[in-house]
T-cell receptor
Framework: AQTVTQSQPEMSVQEAETVTLSCTYD???????LFWYKQPPSRQMILVIR??????QNATENRFSVNFQKAAKSFSLKISDSQLGDAAMYFC???????????FGKGTKLSVIP | NAGVTQTPKFQVLKTGQSMTLQCAQD?????MSWYRQDPGMGLRLIHY???????DQGEVPNGYNVSRSTTEDFPLRLLSAAPSQTSVYFC?????????????FGSGTQLSVL
């Protein structure tokens, strides 16, 4: 079974600064996808970024980027120029290529300090 | 654009009572799923469906029933509620459910079982 570990239950960052959220995963599959979902206080789940395991290039979406280290099974999220609206719970998520089941990490609560 | 609609948003039950959480999507998605979110546990898959008439169990299916009679609707039934089922429940859908796809989430149902 796949597991996803987020070792930082809580983190904080100063507004306009950069923060990195950590995620490691364990799998025996070679083809899979990794995601970061954001859950603000509104409770709505929002996709932040997605990475295909077969792609060596790290995904980026505006201020959000990932550091994908396939051999180390590491998938960290970097948020640049942090904004107050980035305050949320962030979930690292794994999905096998042919799987119908996602595995979520336990989440990291990010606070942004004005 | 309704997306994924969950009702109710909040519910309080007494132990032993039954209820149905409703989920509807208007995006013609074949894949629908139910997750529960508990503090410090991330999201865990309860049941999922890859099309009308097809359902399967996820990680934590005990105590829950589902059916899928139409593409649009995927209700989750609690036959005899227990305090351990106190949680926030999310319905999510995607076109096919395979690993690469983004999940579209409803806004959640907060359920308390006394």
């Amino acid at each position: 079974a796949q597991t996803v570990t987020q070792s930082q239950p809580e983190m904080s960052v100063q507004e306009a600064e950069t923060v990195t959220l950590s995620c490691t995963y364990d799998t025996s599959e070679s083809d899979y996808y990794l995601f970061w979902y954001k859950q603000p206080p509104s409770r709505q789940m929002i996709l932040v970024i997605r990475q295909e395991a077969y792609k060596q290039q790290n995904a980026t979406e505006n201020r959000f980027s990932v550091n994908f280290q396939k051999a180390a099974k590491s998938f960290s999220l970097k948020i640049s120029d942090s904004q107050l609206g980035d305050a949320a719970m962030y979930f690292c998520t794994y999905s096998g290529a042919g799987s119908y089941q996602l595995t979520f990490g336990k989440g990291t609560k990010l606070s942004v300090i004005p | 654009n309704a997306g994924v609609t969950q009702t109710p948003k909040f519910q309080v039950l007494k132990t032993g009572q039954s209820m149905t959480l409703q989920c509807a999507q208007d995006m013609n998605h074949e894949y629908m799923s139910w997750y529960r979110q508990d503090p410090g546990m991330g999201l865990r898959l309860i049941h999922y469906s890859v099309g009308a008439g097809i359902t399967d169990q996820g990680e934590v299916p005990n105590g829950y029933n589902v059916s899928r009679s139409t593409t649009e609707d995927f209700p989750l039934r609690l036959l005899s509620a227990a305090p351990s089922q106190t949680s926030v429940y999310f319905c999510a859908s995607s076109f096919t459910g395979t690993g690469a796809e983004k999940l579209f989430f409803g806004s959640g149902t907060q359920l308390s079982v006394l």
